[in-house]
């Protein structure tokens, strides 16, 4: 059997699923509600950014983990039979990851397209379909690396709390100890860190909203703003999916079942 | 047929495989006895490729399966616990692997006999445990594969469908399929083995018994429980 026909199989498995309908029901209610109430483009682009940057990366991490767990028997099933490991990988990863990019377009985008089309929400969904691979992505190493369903999915929310909140604090610490010195360019390089803060800067920056980045907000522009800023964004963005993608399907190879 | 050389695998720093060399023939029946935990199911799995050992080589048909997955299409592997996603009823389940294995001819006396029909429409999560055993039973005989791997397969089975089971093995070997089977049951090594393999805490500790023990007089069950009351202390 090809790859083709796993992928269709994986695909029968994840539209079953209901929590992906009601992922994209959940974020089509509040992208819709945001335009909505606020009548003011920029403002409604801008809380539905804060809302996709949490909300996207949560859900690809649990959904693609317990997506993960719960595809062991059919991962089992398979391996038994004459069907080369990478091409599961490869199913179970591009189904989980179109899927999820899918719920996203549906839930978050085609609410904007209704107040016509911007650059905006270009941004919005090149940000969100990345986020999407890359979480799952993350979710897929740790859920193959860990047996223990509890503590891989754990581990995946304190990371996701990491690239949420905490990665933030931990910059803004080093900022404030560090204050005498010009930290500008380190800042700009711990950002490529984070796909997070990677799509926030690329959406504010690309909106005139760097009002919102404080004064550092001069160097972020001068960087981001940049040619060669936009093509760091997306390298290091294309980066951040296959470094996991690599790494996943490498555990998942020597994995013992 | 197949063949193993050195075979190491290693759980967080207990030895599962220790070194192991087998030689395995078509058209002889195997049994592979020892404890439990004993490495049994850890070296099916290796052969299965579900298992990855550190070092040691496996020959199916003379060629390394390191790396290698369509080898799978001439072994039929029934597993010591079923598993199939709980979500799919039977009917699909068996689409996929016959999906999979894509053979227009199938061996099905066993869907029959097992009576796999009449649990088409259940869910895997509806079966007994049973009734996943004989699901997973008649699936490893389906595809006519000429290397038969089975984990304790009688265990769970009802007397008919053991029995029954236990009928089909013997069959198959009359066709030169080599089969491999684990168990516990002394009375099955008796009936269906030409040989059997002991294994203790990852080694081979007998490789060809069988003929000297069934001579003994003191009978091939108790010279077996002797077998594994000697290693038990040991
Ligand atoms: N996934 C695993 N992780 C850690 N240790 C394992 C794993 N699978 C097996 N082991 C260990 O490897 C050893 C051999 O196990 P194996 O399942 O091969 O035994 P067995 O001979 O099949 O036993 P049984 O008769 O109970 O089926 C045992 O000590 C077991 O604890
Ligand atoms: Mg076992």
Request: hydrophobic share 50%; proline share 2%.
């Amino acid at each position: 059997m090809n790859g083709h026909s796993i992928l269709k199989y994986v695909f029968f498995d994840i539209i079953r699923n209901k929590w992906l309908v009601i992922y994209t029901a959940v974020l089509f209610a509040l992208c819709s509600g945001i335009i909505y109430l606020s009548r003011d483009e920029t403002k409604s682009i801008a809380s539905i950014l804060n809302i996709v940057l949490i909300i996207v990366p949560l859900v690809s991490i649990i959904f693609g983990s317990m997506h993960f767990y719960n595809s062991k028997e059919f991962i089992q099933m398979l391996l038994t039979q004459p069907v080369k490991r990478s091409a599961i990988f490869k199913a179970e990863y591009t189904g989980i990851a179109i899927s999820l990019s899918f719920g996203f377009i549906i839930g978050a985008v085609t609410p904007l397209l209704f107040t016509g089309i911007s650059k905006a929400i270009f941004l919005l969904l090149f940000a969100g379909i990345f986020l999407s691979l890359i979480f799952s992505a993350i979710a897929f190493y740790f859920s193959i690396s860990i047996d223990e369903k509890v503590k891989g999915i754990g581990i995946l929310l304190f990371l996701w709390l990491f690239f949420s909140v905490l990665f933030d604090g931990i910059i803004l610490l080093f900022y404030l100890m560090f204050s005498d010195y010009p930290l500008e360019k380190f800042t700009i390089f711990f950002t490529l860190l984070n796909p997070v803060d990677i799509s926030r800067i690329m959406i504010i920056l690309n909106l005139d909203l760097s009002a919102l980045l404080g004064y550092t907000g001069a160097t972020f522009l001068k960087f981001f703003g940049s040619a060669s800023g936009l093509i760091i964004t997306i390298v290091s963005l294309c980066l951040w999916v296959i470094i996991p993608v690599f790494l996943a399907n490498k555990k998942f190879k020597r994995k013992n079942f | 047929m197949i063949k193993i050389s050195r075979l190491n695998k290693t759980y967080n720093k207990l030895k599962a495989l220790d070194n192991v060399d087998l030689f395995f023939e078509k058209g002889e029946i195997v049994a592979l006895l020892g404890p439990n935990g004993s490495g049994k199911t850890t070296l099916l799995k290796s052969i299965l490729g579900l298992v990855l050992p550190e070092s040691g080589d496996i020959f199916v048909n003379g060629k390394n399966i390191k790396r290698d997955f369509r080898y799978r299409e001439m072994i039929g592997y029934m597993p010591q616990t079923a598993s199939y996603p709980e979500n799919l009823k039977v009917e699909e389940v068996l689409k996929i692997i016959k999906d999979i294995r894509n053979k227009k001819e199938y061996e099905d006396e066993l869907m029959k006999e097992l009576k796999i029909e009449e649990m088409y429409c259940k869910k895997i999560n509806a079966l007994s445990q049973g009734m996943k055993q004989r699901l997973s039973a008649a699936l490893t005989f389906l595809f006519d594969s000429d290397i038969i791997i089975l984990d304790e397969p009688t265990a769970g089975l009802d007397p008919a469908s053991a029995d029954y089971l236990k009928m089909k093995i013997l069959k198959e070997k009359t066709k030169g399929k080599l089969i491999i089977v684990t168990t516990h049951i002394i009375s099955e090594v008796e009936e269906l083995a030409d040989r059997f393999i002991f294994m203790h805490e990852g080694r081979v500790k007998i490789e060809d018994g069988i003929d000297k023990l069934k001579v003994q007089n003191n009978g091939f069950r108790k010279s077996i429980s002797n077998l594994f009351k000697e290693y038990e202390w040991s």
